[in-house]
């Protein structure tokens, strides 16, 4: 069984970094193409970052391009995202996301989940 734990979540000043990490028990990590999504109250799930296998490319949602970076050791098994000049609005739950064969921003075509953690941006 794929289980996907987040940590990192956390609430932090405007301005402010957090660094977000992710792993995969169960598989071998270097099997899942990873991405990072984020919900808010009353809004749709959001495309944030995704990383390839290898780590060898990454893309972006357009909002957090050059502020956010997603990162993997998959020697450690954890992929990170680090979070720079927070915004308020981007306080969310943020996901973490695995699929084997998918690399991308469509939340659907990713197969495990893990339970989010909460990332509070206060103004």
């Known amino acids: 069984q794929v289980q996907l734990v987040e940590s990192g979540g956390g609430l932090v000043q405007a301005g402010g970094s957090l660094r977000l990490s992710c792993t995969i028990s169960?598989?071998?990590?270097?099997?899942?193409?990873m991405a990072w999504f984020r919900q808010a109250p009353g809004k749709e799930r959001e495309f944030v970052a995704a990383?390839?296998?290898?780590?060898?490319?990454?893309t972006y949602g357009d909002s957090v391009e050059g502020r956010f970076t997603i990162s993997r050791d998959n020697a450690k098994s954890m992929m990170y995202m680090q979070m720079n000049s927070l915004k308020p609005e981007n306080t969310a739950v943020y996901y973490c996301?695995?699929?084997?064969?998918?690399?991308?921003?469509?939340?659907?075509?990713?197969?495990?989940w893990g339970q989010g953690t909460q990332v509070t941006v206060s103004s």
């Open positions: 169960g598989r071998a990590f270097d099997d899942y193409a």
């Open positions: 990383i390839t296998w290898s780590g060898s490319s990454t």
């Open positions: 996301a695995a699929d084997r064969s998918y690399y991308g921003g469509r939340a659907l075509e990713y197969v495990y």
